[in-house]
């Protein structure tokens, strides 16, 4: 009977043993599961910062080219308008350089007319 004692106690040891086990290996189970899915919460947590890091660096350089190309038109404008202003210059000191050259024949020919005058005068006197 001691024997049979002893059976049973040996065989209730390793009914807790095997249910122990079980449960160590489900509770495992369970932790792999869980890791993995903090795993990819972690990449799907990544992948959204890296996507939100490319909307602001993609933001930021269309902002800058956006700046770059006003600073360009702006600056051609300005272009524009110092080149209409030479050549608006250029017109009227043009216009001035000829209207000083007609204005230097019209005394060139008042200076002869007054020479021819004079050459007259001084043969009549003769």
Partial sequence: ERSKEIERVN???ELVVKQIKREAENEL???EAEM???KHVQEIELERVE???DNEAS???REHELRVERMKREQESSVQRLQQRL???AR???AEIERLQREKEDMERVRARLELMRVKADEEMK
Avoid: I, T, V
């Fill in 59 to 61: 933001r930021l350089n």
């Fill in 29 to 31: 189970r369970a932790k």
């Fill in 11 to 13: 065989h209730e040891q």
């Fill in 92 to 94: 009227q000191h043009g």
């Fill in 51 to 53: 996507r939100e890091r």
């Fill in 87 to 89: 050549e608006d210059d």
């Fill in 36 to 38: 993995g899915r903090l």
